[in-house]
């Protein structure tokens, strides 16, 4: 058997025991999961990264009684700081003066960390190793359109269909599955004002929903 197919199958059988102690996640999300953040190459972030961010979120929808929406990028790297980041309201950035890693905080501590973002404006960026460096960012020159023609040639009248979302999406989303596309090796992570869906983006697609329609196409392109 070749070696990168069993790192990959070590790799799945991790991420299954940590969904494990996750709980309440259903059993679509049991299934495909590990498959989902396991795909991909050796300069994405870890998958076990991207499930515990993943299980943040999701107690986030749960537990936060209000409205919010939520988009966090994993993956950031300095170098973009410059032309696709900007802080117009340095207060929300709750991170300026100490960066909060990820991997060494337990998942409370984390889950504490990001629901003091919930009412901020902007992203909050994480490293690929899991260090959240800033929150309240708006994401610059990342052309939602642009990328809609690039990816989908002839089919950008409406961007939401283009990009493959069920119903109609606003600004955090269009720019969220741009960004995926624009910053290579990223995973973006989207709750909805609208209606709390979560959505996880990778390379200007949809690579996971609770949205049971999108659910479906996903499983039927991917996993079957």
Request: aromatic share 8%.
């Amino acid at each position: 058997m070749p070696k990168r197919l069993v790192k990959s199958l070590i790799k799945i059988l991790r991420l299954e025991e940590m969904i494990g102690r996750i709980g309440r996640l259903t059993r679509q999300e049991e299934r495909c999961l590990p498959i989902i953040f396991v795909s991909g190459d050796k300069k994405d972030p870890e998958p076990e990264l991207k499930l515990k961010i993943y299980g943040i979120l999701r107690d986030l929808r749960e537990r936060v009684k209000k409205p919010f929406g939520v988009l966090l990028i994993l993956g950031w790297r300095r170098e973009w700081n410059k032309r696709h980041a900007s802080i117009p309201d340095i207060t929300q950035n709750v991170f300026r003066r100490r960066h909060f890693d990820l991997r060494e905080r337990s998942r409370d501590e984390a889950y504490e960390a990001i629901k003091k973002t919930v009412d901020f404006d902007g992203a909050i960026i994480v490293t690929r190793d899991g260090v959240i460096a800033g929150s309240g960012v708006y994401i610059e020159n990342i052309r939602p359109k642009e990328i809609a023609h690039t990816l989908h040639p002839g089919n950008v009248e409406d961007l939401s269909a283009a990009f493959g979302f069920a119903k109609k999406v606003h600004t955090r989303h269009l720019a969220a599955i741009a960004a995926s596309y624009v910053l290579k090796n990223t995973s973006v992570f989207v709750i909805s004002e609208e209606d709390q869906s979560l959505r996880v983006f990778k390379d200007g697609k949809i690579i996971w929903s609770t949205i049971p329609s999108e659910i479906n196409r996903i499983i039927e392109s991917e996993i079957e």
